[in-house]
């Protein structure tokens, strides 16, 4: 099942924050997040495995809720650079399927 | 970061040719790549899994011997669309599974295909 993704949509202007959401109806090992750029293939942003843990990078940074089954991306102090289409991959618990399921995305807005 | 290349980045051909895309896994060995297809302004769609040494897991509605799969070494995966027609027309994008603690999928550049 593809994971849902929220807000559809989020334009900012520089420097303000934004929170975007994925849930999965079912249980999960690991969520992936990228950020693809028009035109250009995705691009790795970070890995969270079950277990509840957060991870940040600069200005990026996630949190994985296993329990709710779903995965937050924090983008603070947001830069023009930020601008793109965010996806989260999901992985689901059980098996040795490497795949992941992507949601539809979030288009992400920075304006100066 | 780990590196993966795809070629050629884009190709236009006549109906009815197959095409061949590559994809490299430079610094890391992958046992273990993905080909997507991506329309405009929509989600990455898994085509198949493409595991080195053995045959392609394919996903549901995606035709076997009209994309043919090789994963002849442990950092190079092929795609070939055979008899392209102009519905084949797409974005296609490989990745690889980095086989260390946290199987993080890398993207190549992504191939655009204009089949006329």
């Known amino acids: 099942q593809q994971p849902v993704q929220s807000p559809q949509a989020v334009i900012l202007r520089e420097g303000e924050d934004a929170v975007i959401n994925c849930s999965s109806s079912k249980a999960l090992y690991s969520v992936h997040w990228y950020r693809q750029k028009h035109g250009e293939a995705p691009v790795f942003l970070m890995i969270?495995?079950?277990?509840?843990e957060q991870k940040g990078h600069e200005k990026i940074s996630a949190s994985f809720n296993e329990k709710k089954q779903q995965s937050s991306l924090y983008l603070t102090a947001s830069q023009l650079s930020y601008s793109g289409t965010y996806f989260c991959g999901t992985r689901g618990s059980g098996g040795s399927n490497y795949k992941l399921t992507f949601g539809k995305g979030t288009l992400l807005t920075v304006n100066p | 970061g780990a590196v993966v290349s795809q070629h050629p980045s884009w190709v236009i051909c006549k109906s009815g040719t197959s095409v061949k895309i590559e994809c490299r896994s430079l610094?890391?060995?992958?046992?273990?790549m993905f080909w997507y297809r991506q329309f405009p302004k929509q989600s990455l769609m898994l085509m198949a899994t493409?595991?080195?040494?053995?045959?392609?897991?394919?996903e549901q509605g995606v035709e076997k011997d009209k994309f043919l799969i090789n994963h002849a070494s442990l950092t190079l995966s092929t795609l070939t669309v055979t008899s392209a027609h102009p519905e084949d027309s797409s974005f296609y994008i490989c990745?690889?599974?980095?086989?260390?603690?946290?199987?993080?999928?890398?993207f190549g550049p992504g191939t655009r295909l204009l089949v006329l």
């Open positions: 493409s595991n080195e040494g053995s045959k392609a897991t394919y």
């Open positions: 969270l495995l079950k277990g509840g």
């Open positions: 610094d890391f060995q992958a046992t273990t």
């Open positions: 990745s690889a599974r980095d086989p260390g603690l946290a199987k993080a999928q890398y």
